[in-house]
Structure formats: C-alpha cells, structure tokens
C-alpha cells in the first residue's frame, strides 16, 4: 500500500438488460479505527476489500455474504454480525446495459483479528492485513470511488462526528468462543433514525416537536413502527419522556424496523423493551400506515406502521419497567387533549388515529343499529331441508358423524380467516342477548362469520372495540391490588389480503425473495394449497426464548407449516369422526371416501382422497376438505377448508349426463388457438344434490354449485367432477333473480327468464372449469399452472371464464342440435339478469368481479345496451361475437400464464361502470335481497 493501488472488483457482468447482484463485506476494528483488506492470488501487488463475491439464483444476499467470509477467509460468523449498511446501485454503460445492485455489509469487531487467526482460501487470497480508515479513504480519495462514500461516511458519522450515538448504545458486544474474539451486535443502519412526536412537559400551551432525525441514503424507503397504548374507559392515551430529551413527551413507543425483524415484532418488541409489557400479538392493531415523500434534500421516504393497543382501563404507572438511560417516565392524556395539541402543529401522521377513536367510540347506537339492519336485509333467510328417505338406515347414521365433523371444518375456516376470529365468535355470541345492538352484530357475524362484511368489499361492520376483552396478568410487573392487564383482542379494520395464511405483516416481495432461496420441493410446498406460512420470530416471542443462540437456528425468518400440524387438534377430531362414518356405512364408494380424507387429513396429502370423491357413488353426497382459495387474496394459493353435506337427487343428475359426455368436444372447439388445448379431457361426473348442510368457506353469498378438485394433477389425469346444488339454485332463482328481472331487463324481455336456462349455465359454468388452461408451458419452456402464473387474479379470471366460455358452450351445444333452440334467448336474457345478482356481492368476491367484467365487455361491444326506464336489453346479433372474442381473450391469457394482461382486463372491466351503478342503485331502493341466508333443521337437529 506505499504509493499502492487499490482495486475493487465485483466480478464480470453477463447478459443485457438486467441486474447483477453482489454483496461487499467490510470488516472494521473499531478501537484501531482499521479496515481489513485482502490480496488475490491473480491481482498480486493489489489490494481488495474483505470479501466480495455475487449472489448465486439459489441463496440469498446475507447467506452469501456469510459464506464469502467463510470461504475465502475462514471467518464463520453469526448472521447478527452483518450490518446491511447500504445498497449500492449502478446503470450499465454503453457497452453493456446490466445493471449492478450490490448489498454493502459492514462486520464490526471490537480489536483487529489476529493474522494468524484466518484460513485463507487456497489459490485464491494470497494474504490479509489491517489498513487505517483514514488511509484507505484518502487512497480511494484518487479514484471513482461512488461505492465506498457512504461507507466511509457512516463510520465518519458514527465514530467521529458521533451523530448515530445509538448505534454505539445499541450494540451489544458478544463473544464468539471458537474465534476468541468479540463483535457487536448490529442491526441495519439505513433504519437508524428517530421518530418523536414530543410534547412540552408540562402540557400547559404545550408545544409539539416533530423530529424524523438523521437519515442515509437516498430514493429508497425508511420503515417504522409507531405504537399506541389507548384506555377505553378513561379515552387516554399514553405518553413517555425520554432521558435524552428532557421536558418532552412522546408517543408511546416508536422504533425503525430492523433488517432481520417484521413489523409486529418489532411493535412487541419494543413496548416489552422500552416499558417492561409483554403483549401478545393479538393486542397489536394496525389501524394504518402513513407513507410520506422525502423533500427536494434528501428523497428518502419513510412508511411508518401505527399500531394501537386498547385497553380496558390505563394501565397503573408503577406497573412498568422503564428501559434504564432511554424512558424517564410515562404518563396517561386525555385523547381530546392530545388531538387539541397536535391540531396546531402538521399532525398528519396522527389525524387518522384520531378520526379512528372518534368514530369507534363516539358512534351513534341507534344510527349503528340502523346500519346492520340494513346490511342484514340483503339477505333473504330460508330453510333448506331434503327428504331422507332414499337413505338407507346406515347411511343414516353416517350422516350424524359426518355433521359433526363438517362442524369441526367449520372451526378450523374460523381460525384460517384471522387468528383471533373464534375468540371474537365466541365473545359476541356470549354477549347477544345483553342488547338489541349485540344481536344485530352476532346476527351479521353469523352471515360472514369474520368482523368483515363480504357484500361491502370486505369492509369491517364492526371494530376491536366490539371484540373480546381478554386478561393478562403477567404482562407487567405485579402492583398490589390490580389484577392485570385487561385489553381487546385486535383486528384489522381493512380485511388481510393473506387472511392467516401468512403472518399479517408479510408482503409480497418478502414472500417472493423467500421463496427464491428455497429448494425447489420447498417452493413448490410454500406456493401449494395446504399449507401457513409463519415466523419463527413470532415463535420465538411467544415462547420466550428469544435469545442469540435461537436465533441462529434460522437463515429467513419465514417459515412453512402444513396443515396437518397447523391445525392437527381440530383435524385429529374431525378424522376421528369420519373414520366412524366410515366404519358405519354400507356403501362402499362413500366408505372409501370417508376413511381416505379422514386420512388425508392427518398425513396432508390429498390426492387418493380427491381421486375417491371423483369416484363418489352413493346416495349421501359429501364433500369435505380443502379445496377453493378465494380466501388468499394475496396470491391466491392457499385452500380454504370446506364442507358440503346433500341427498342425490338421482333423476335430475340423470338428465344432465350431456353435459359430462361432450367435454372433449368443447375442448377441442374453444375460442382459442389449438396449440394451447389439451388432447386428452376426461367426461366430468355430474351429480345434483338437495344440501342439507354446509360448513367452513361457506360465508356471505351461497354457491349454487362446484367444481373440484383443484389439483391440477388430478385435472390432468381425470378431470373434475361437477355437484349442482339444486334447492340453493331453485331459492336463488325464486327470491332473488326473478325480481331483479322484473326492475332492471327491459321489460319486453322479462318473460326469457326461467329457471330452466338459469340452472342450465349454472350447469356449464362448472363444466367449463375443467375445460382450457390449468398445466401450461410458459414461453420460456417452463413448466406451469394458470394459478400459479395469474396469483392473486387468478380466481376472478378464472369464475370470468367459466361464466362467458360456459355462454360460448350453450350457444355452440345448440349448433350441435344438443340443445334446443328454444335456449338460445333465454340463456342470454337469464344472464343478464345473472350479471346485477353476482355484482352485488361485490369486486372482493371473484364471482362478483368476474361478472362485473363479462358485463362491461358485452356492454361495449353493444350485445347489451341500455332501454326505457334505466332497463337494459339485449342485441341478440351481437351477443355471438361479443361473447366469442371475451372468451378468446381469457383463454389466451391464461395459457400464457399473463399476469399483466390478466391485471389489464381486470383493472379495465371488472369495475362498477356507470349502468351497473343505476341497476344497483335501484335494486337497494326497491330492497330486492342480493342473496339468501339459508339454515339447515337436519344439521341443526343433529349438531343440537
């Protein structure tokens, strides 16, 4: 280094038009003030960084930085060693447009590392030696050295200019016992930044100090957590000082999220940290997120997450544990008082919070009442019974097991919609007869069994402050005559996109770099239908063992968890009753069904289950498992359990075998070039039942029929099976269908609205699901599915398709003299009127968006147009076309597995548009129901 060069290589650049990704690892001393820098075999003379290195496809940025250091240098080290100071990034030149994205980790140690204490990489790293910060910085100093200034201006700032003083508070030094040597415990410096929002000691014309601190780097985001401790019966909010800002008052706790932490644990852990309480996670609701732009000086952005935890009365000061030389105290004020201090300053971040309080607490109780009442009425309540005399006596007793675990599947939809949805359950149900208020609420609950309307978008109609109040009385040191914590158990005001499928923090892009580093059974175990994603450092809080060592055992905090361990206690019960079904009946396609998913329930593997309800031939029809995914709206891979319980009703499945039969000839028809269809559709087995019981994934609007499985192996190899629920179509038809008719088809045309056309696209909506793409071969040559490739829209795209290509097949079956004539304009005046029932049950449910955007489609190619008195009729000329074109294009997106189109058409279409307003508008005065409410006296006899 006398004179010497200093070279910094990343390795060479492949390919155009894309990124190349590295990490840098630095090594610092911190009482010698000296970088650690290597000599490669092939650059002799030449001096390097500690270790650099790209990250290979199948591991991720800190694994690979971990097994750079271990490799070149014999260095093996803790994941909690590296500090991910910055992300440096930089366009391509002319020559070559890859771009480089390099991730900078710094590990600090406390004295240099002994020479002698490295295993150097053989012919690779010929020698290693320690060079002054300041001589390193003056050497770069001479050349282009972008990647290195932020470097060197952290450790500038954090050792010399003292500005990140918590960096040196913060880090805890530890021992690593094999190397004798010891570094500090860090955590991502790019999140070192404060968040106060302090007020005045004393509060008497208390001014408000907003300070987001010191901040690094720019066009990039800074996130956070906010937390908020609120009182209900007092309305106060707590508030604590700080011991480095003397006369100020803050927010209850705030911290930036640390590299290697979620969101909601780094809310927990920060109150547990800052005041000693030790909340579980379902105290924590996270009533918003603030996102703020940086200014023209520094485009850092910020995303803060505001949790509230609600308790029943303020917790007792003594109570708390204050973090020693960080909170000097704590405090309770009035929220009126806090809101009337932060009106004088920017209070953006908290307006929200404040509107939030006041609409939950200081809502009118009649006008609430009113409100449910209302949402109530959209249902129309009916019975739906069968006769049970085609069953034989065992069957008989079968079907009181099979109820019985068709109401444990039940419990375990409860659980997979929100953690805390059986306790909230539980509390209403408890609490409903206290006032004409609690019955409305259970009676909605019961309907959507979730705090979230399913008619409304998933719009909460009611709040944590209705949930169950729960107590701790360990959640704080013991003060003498309280009996502990008492608070509400939280939910989200806006309805989870990953329900409990995934930790409710998790978005998609941490999702998706997870699974990039997983094996390939792995990911397709983390993508598939039967299974929870969880974290192991939720695991980690809730069992208290948080501590260095556990934390080692894990490289990403996500992990999978299948459904036979996730939910084995209920499953365990619910196998141990069809197991006695089983034993009991006589017939024996229905015994081999029963015994299997009783299996399948305990082992996770579902195929030989599917395969005997495919093969089902008996008289007690059931259906029971996991099956539909409309629940995951994050990416639309997890099944939701389910369960359907009905007599055959032999004659009507008698009359449908047409349908079955001519699969492969529709197949071999679609709208859609022939390269994309199969050669091979199997006859779908229909069958029609008379329901007498549902139970799980069965909230909100009813379906009228199905189609299963969902595997797309078992798809491939035999096709599904079709099950018509007739009296739910026949109820649909009689309180719901025909008077939407009468108020929004034109009037002329009112009389092609019959059950008979009705039932019979019900029939080949669910044909036409086993028909087209599922298995594709992506462009690339990759192998694939529709659900996998379309995610979160695969589900609208794909009730869309069954609902236009299910038109296309009546119209064609008709060409074929399969069908008669007399169809041809009562199928389409049916479905129009089919459309304004669906949209009701609004664009969160992917039937109601599927037709929204078939709707809207027909609309504008003038096969529908608008009529006298805010009607709409059809143009019989255009609605072949109109019909044959939505088709081609959905068929075509989904064989090309195209995420973006299929968001193109969804975003364009699938929207309420102008005449789908004035139908709904008219529709909600003249309070025609949007569906039914059905109760089963059969289950209900046997359940009681």
Same mark, same amino acid.
């Given at each position: 280094?006398?004179?010497?060069?200093?070279?910094?290589?990343?390795?060479?650049?492949?390919?155009?038009?894309?990124?190349?990704?590295?990490?840098?690892?630095?090594?610092?001393?911190?009482?010698?003030?000296?970088?650690?820098?290597?000599?490669?075999?092939?650059?002799?003379?030449?001096?390097d960084?500690?270790?650099?290195?790209p990250?290979?496809?199948?591991?991720?940025?800190?694994?690979?930085?971990?097994?750079?250091?271990?490799k070149?240098?014999?260095?093996?080290?803790?994941?909690?060693a590296?500090?991910?100071?910055?992300?440096?990034?930089?366009?391509?030149?002319?020559?070559?447009?890859k771009?480089?994205?390099?991730?900078?980790?710094?590990?600090?140690?406390?004295?240099?590392i002994?020479?002698?204490?490295?295993?150097?990489?053989?012919?690779?790293?010929?020698?290693?030696?320690?060079?002054?910060?300041?001589?390193?910085?003056?050497?770069?100093?001479?050349?282009?050295?972008?990647?290195?200034?932020?470097?060197?201006?952290?450790?500038?700032?954090?050792?010399?200019?003292?500005?990140?003083?918590?960096?040196?508070?913060?880090?805890?030094?530890?021992?690593?016992?094999?190397?004798?040597?010891?570094?500090?415990?860090?955590?991502?410096?790019?999140?070192?930044?404060?968040?106060?929002?302090?007020?005045?000691?004393?509060?008497?014309?208390?001014?408000?100090?907003?300070?987001?601190?010191?901040?690094?780097?720019?066009?990039?985001?800074?996130?956070?957590?906010?937390?908020?401790?609120?009182?209900?019966?007092?309305?106060?909010?707590?508030?604590k000082?700080?011991?480095?800002?003397?006369?100020?008052?803050?927010?209850?706790?705030?911290?930036?999220?640390?590299?290697?932490?979620?969101?909601?644990?780094?809310?927990?852990?920060?109150?547990?940290?800052?005041?000693?309480?030790?909340?579980?996670?379902?105290?924590?609701?996270?009533?918003?997120?603030?996102?703020?732009?940086?200014?023209?000086?520094?485009?850092?952005?910020?995303?803060i997450?505001?949790?509230?935890?609600?308790?029943?009365?303020p917790?007792?000061?003594?109570?708390f544990?204050?973090?020693?030389?960080?909170?000097?105290?704590?405090?309770?004020?009035?929220?009126d008082?806090?809101?009337?201090?932060?009106?004088?300053?920017?209070?953006?971040?908290?307006?929200?919070?404040?509107?939030?309080?006041?609409?939950?607490?200081?809502?009118?109780?009649?006008?609430?009442?009113?409100?449910?009442?209302?949402?109530?009425?959209?249902?129309?309540?009916?019975?739906?019974?069968?006769?049970?005399?085609?069953l034989?006596?065992?069957?008989?007793?079968?079907?009181?097991?099979?109820?019985?675990?068709?109401?444990?599947?039940?419990?375990?939809?409860?659980?997979?919609?929100?953690?805390?949805?059986p306790s909230?359950?539980?509390?209403?149900?408890?609490?409903?007869?206290?006032?004409?208020?609690?019955?409305?609420?259970?009676?909605?609950?019961?309907?959507?069994?979730?705090?979230?309307?399913?008619?409304?978008?998933?719009?909460?109609?009611?709040?944590?402050?209705?949930?169950?109040?729960?107590?701790?009385?360990?959640?704080?040191?013991?003060?003498k005559?309280?009996?502990?914590?008492?608070?509400?158990?939280?939910?989200?005001?806006?309805?989870?996109?990953?329900?409990?499928?995934y930790?409710?923090?998790?978005?998609?892009?941490?999702?998706?770099?997870?699974?990039?580093?997983?094996?390939?059974?792995?990911?397709?175990?983390?993508?598939?239908?039967?299974?929870?994603?969880?974290?192991?450092?939720?695991?980690?809080?809730?069992?208290?063992?948080?501590?260095?060592?556990?934390?080692?055992?894990? #490289?990403?905090?996500?992990?999978?968890?299948?459904?036979?361990?996730?939910?084995?206690?209920?499953?365990?019960?619910?196998?141990?009753?069809?197991?006695?079904?089983a034993?009991?009946t006589?017939?024996?396609?229905?015994?081999?069904?029963?015994?299997?998913?009783?299996?399948?329930?305990?082992?996770?593997d579902?195929?030989?289950?599917?395969?005997?309800?495919?093969?089902?031939?008996?008289?007690?029809?059931?259906?029971?498992?996991?099956?539909?995914?409309?629940?995951?709206?994050?990416?639309?891979?997890?099944?939701?359990?389910?369960?359907?319980?009905?007599?055959? #009703?032999?004659?009507?499945?008698?009359?449908?075998?047409?349908?079955?039969?001519?699969?492969?000839?529709?197949?071999?028809?679609?709208?859609?070039?022939?390269?994309?269809?199969?050669?091979?559709?199997?006859?779908? !087995?229909?069958?029609?039942?008379?329901?007498?019981?549902?139970?799980?994934?069965?909230?909100?609007?009813?379906i009228?029929?199905?189609?299963? !499985?969902?595997?797309?192996?078992?798809?491939?190899?035999?096709?599904?099976?079709?099950?018509?629920?007739?009296?739910?179509?026949?109820?649909?038809?009689?309180?719901?269908?025909?008077?939407?008719?009468?108020?929004?088809v034109?009037?002329?045309?009112?009389?092609?609205?019959?059950?008979?056309?009705?039932?019979t696209?019900?029939?080949?909506?669910?044909?036409?699901?086993?028909?087209?793409?599922?298995?594709?071969?992506?462009?690339?040559?990759?192998?694939?599915?529709?659900?996998?490739?379309?995610?979160e829209?695969?589900?609208?795209?794909?009730?869309?398709?069954?609902?236009?290509v299910g038109?296309?097949?009546?119209?064609?079956?008709?060409?074929?003299?399969?069908?008669?004539?007399?169809?041809?304009?009562?199928?389409?005046?049916?479905?129009?009127?089919?459309?304004f029932?669906?949209?009701?049950?609004?664009?969160?449910?992917?039937h109601?968006?599927?037709?929204?955007l078939?709707?809207?489609?027909?609309?504008?190619?003038?096969?529908f147009?608008?009529?006298?008195?805010?009607?709409?009729?059809?143009?019989?000329?255009?609605?072949?076309?109109?019909?044959?074109?939505?088709?081609?294009?959905?068929?075509?997106?989904?064989?090309?597995?195209?995420?973006?189109?299929?968001?193109?058409?969804?975003?364009?279409?699938?929207?309420?548009?102008?005449?789908?307003?004035l139908?709904?508008?008219?529709?909600?005065?003249?309070?025609?129901?949007?569906?039914?409410?059905?109760?089963?006296?059969?289950?209900?006899?046997?359940?009681?």
């Amino acid at each position: 280094m006398g004179g010497g060069e200093v070279e910094v290589d990343v390795g060479s650049k492949s390919g155009n038009n894309a990124v190349d990704r590295g990490v840098h690892v630095w090594i610092f001393a911190e009482t010698t003030q000296e970088l650690l820098i290597k000599q490669s075999h092939n650059r002799p003379g030449l001096w390097d960084l500690t270790a650099s290195a790209p990250i290979p496809h199948s591991h991720s940025s800190l694994v690979t930085a971990r097994k750079e250091l271990k490799k070149q240098l014999g260095l093996t080290l803790p994941k909690d060693a590296f500090e991910l100071v910055y992300v440096f990034n930089e366009d391509g030149d002319e020559k070559n447009t890859k771009k480089e994205s390099i991730d900078v980790y710094l590990v600090t140690t406390i004295d240099p590392i002994p020479l002698e204490a490295f295993t150097l990489q053989e012919k690779q790293v010929s020698a290693v030696k320690y060079l002054s910060y300041d001589e390193y910085k003056g050497l770069l100093a001479k050349q282009d050295s972008r990647q290195h200034a932020q470097l060197f201006d952290i450790i500038e700032n954090r050792y010399v200019n003292m500005i990140y003083t918590d960096a040196k508070i913060e880090g805890v030094i530890h021992m690593i016992q094999k190397s004798k040597f010891p570094y500090s415990l860090c955590f991502p410096y790019y999140n070192i930044y404060h968040f106060s929002y302090q007020l005045r000691n004393g509060m008497g014309g208390g001014e408000v100090e907003v300070d987001v601190g010191s901040k690094s780097g720019n066009n990039a985001v800074d996130r956070g957590v906010h937390v908020w401790i609120f009182a209900e019966t007092t309305q106060e909010l707590l508030i604590k000082q700080s011991h480095n800002r003397p006369g100020l008052w803050d927010l209850t706790a705030s911290a930036p999220i640390p590299h290697s932490h979620s969101s909601l644990v780094t809310a927990r852990k920060e109150l547990k940290k800052q005041l000693g309480l030790t909340l579980p996670k379902d105290a924590f609701e996270l009533v918003y997120v603030f996102n703020e732009d940086g200014d023209e000086k520094n485009t850092k952005k910020e995303s803060i997450d505001v949790y509230l935890v609600t308790t029943i009365d303020p917790i007792p000061l003594e109570a708390f544990t204050l973090q020693e030389k960080q909170v000097s105290a704590v405090k309770y004020l009035s929220y009126d008082e806090y809101k009337g201090l932060l009106a004088k300053q920017d209070s953006r971040q908290h307006a929200q919070l404040f509107d939030i309080i006041e609409n939950r607490y200081k809502e009118n109780t009649e006008a609430r009442s009113s409100t449910l009442q209302k949402q109530l009425s959209r249902y129309a309540p009916i019975s739906l019974n069968a006769e049970l005399a085609g069953l034989t006596d065992s069957d008989k007793e079968a079907l009181v097991f099979v109820v019985k675990a068709a109401a444990v599947i039940d419990e375990i939809f409860y659980l997979q919609s929100w953690y805390s949805n059986p306790s909230l359950r539980d509390w209403l149900k408890e609490h409903a007869d206290e006032s004409e208020l609690n019955k409305l609420k259970w009676s909605y609950y019961l309907i959507n069994k979730s705090p979230w309307s399913s008619l409304d978008d998933g719009t909460a109609f009611l709040t944590t402050a209705d949930s169950e109040i729960r107590l701790l009385s360990n959640a704080t040191k013991p003060v003498k005559g309280w009996k502990g914590l008492e608070y509400r158990a939280a939910f989200p005001l806006p309805k989870p996109l990953g329900a409990n499928f995934y930790p409710a923090d998790m978005d998609k892009t941490e999702f998706e770099t997870w699974k990039e580093n997983l094996e390939k059974d792995q990911q397709k175990e983390a993508t598939g239908f039967f299974s929870v994603i969880k974290r192991h450092s939720e695991l980690l809080l809730a069992s208290e063992t948080s501590d260095s060592n556990n934390k080692e055992s894990y #490289d990403h905090d996500l992990y999978i968890v299948p459904y036979s361990a996730e939910y084995k206690s209920l499953l365990t019960k619910a196998a141990d009753l069809l197991h006695k079904a089983a034993d009991i009946t006589q017939t024996p396609s229905l015994k081999r069904l029963l015994h299997s998913k009783a299996d399948a329930f305990l082992s996770n593997d579902y195929y030989e289950s599917d395969m005997a309800w495919m093969d089902l031939n008996s008289k007690l029809e059931v259906t029971i498992g996991p099956y539909e995914t409309y629940e995951d709206k994050l990416f639309g891979y997890k099944a939701s359990f389910e369960a359907f319980v009905g007599i055959r #009703d032999d004659i009507a499945t008698s009359q449908l075998k047409l349908f079955g039969d001519n699969l492969q000839l529709l197949e071999q028809n679609l709208p859609l070039d022939d390269v994309y269809k199969s050669k091979d559709v199997n006859a779908a !087995p229909i069958r029609v039942i008379q329901l007498i019981y549902n139970a799980g994934d069965v909230k909100g609007p009813q379906i009228v029929a199905f189609n299963l !499985p969902n595997d797309e192996r078992i798809v491939k190899d035999r096709g599904t099976a079709m099950v018509m629920l007739k009296n739910v179509s026949e109820a649909k038809f009689e309180r719901i269908l025909q008077p939407i008719a009468e108020h929004c088809v034109a009037k002329e045309l009112q009389e092609f609205v019959d059950f008979e056309s009705y039932f019979t696209h019900t029939i080949c909506h669910e044909c036409v699901h086993g028909i087209g793409p599922h298995s594709i071969t992506l462009p690339n040559g990759q192998k694939s599915t529709v659900r996998l490739e379309l995610q979160e829209y695969h589900s609208a795209m794909e009730e869309a398709k069954a609902d236009i290509v299910g038109l296309w097949a009546l119209r064609f079956l008709i060409s074929k003299g399969l069908l008669s004539e007399s169809l041809l304009k009562s199928m389409y005046v049916s479905f129009l009127a089919g459309c304004f029932r669906s949209v009701r049950f609004g664009l969160e449910e992917a039937h109601g968006k599927g037709q929204a955007l078939i709707f809207n489609w027909l609309y504008e190619k003038g096969a529908f147009f608008p009529h006298s008195q805010d009607t709409v009729s059809v143009d019989f000329s255009k609605t072949e076309s109109a019909v044959e074109s939505l088709s081609r294009e959905i068929l075509t997106t989904q064989a090309k597995g195209d995420k973006a189109a299929a968001g193109s058409l969804l975003q364009k279409y699938g929207v309420i548009s102008e005449p789908l307003k004035l139908a709904l508008q008219k529709l909600e005065n003249v309070q025609v129901p949007v569906d039914i409410a059905p109760n089963f006296p059969v289950a209900k006899k046997i359940l009681q």
